[in-house]
């Protein structure tokens, strides 16, 4: 099967424009993990490339399968000027190795936890994963393989974390909505969760 990185990319330029910056990491016994930080008016994005070189494999599996399983690219949308946000690409890159690294399946509704803070002062350690679909649209690939799908990325705050894992990502997301949290925001405080 063909290379699906330059694919990926083009489809990320396609809906979000041209990066503006580029950083790579490499951790020992993984592949390549490219951040892309794309800037649209006062809204900074940082996608990753690299993670859905290889299928995601089920970490039960004896043999993970080359070319079938999930496949991904993660998403983050931060306010501008705000934060020093643009530390977040070495998080972000150890987020888009966890696959290779720990053997996780990454899907919509999942945490992941850095266990720092995403940026400095920042008031989120963790992510919750959102559905695929809307910011960047899938990416189809040639039968038997999986689409791409580039999962938005919403900070939680430890609070907020926490009670995501008692009550779930879709509560957690109501919580957000009726409250009218700006997930956006790079130094918000969290909900209210009583």
Known sequence: MADVLPLVEARLRTALGEPDARAAVTFLG???????????GDVVRYATLGMSAQPMADPTAVLADPVKGPRAELVLSVRRGVADTDKVLRPLAVLAASPQVEGVVVAPGASLDVGDPLWPGAPFTSV????????????????????????????????EAAWKRVHGAQALQERWLTQGADLRDPVRKSVSLD
Do not use: W, Y
């Open 30 to 40: 993984t592949d390549r993990i490219e951040v892309l930080r794309f800037t649209d």
């Open 128 to 159: 919750l994963v959102a559905e695929s679909g809307g910011l960047v649209e899938d990416l189809e690939l040639d039968a038997p393989a999986d689409p791409v799908r580039f999962l938005p990325l919403l900070p939680m705050t430890p609070n």
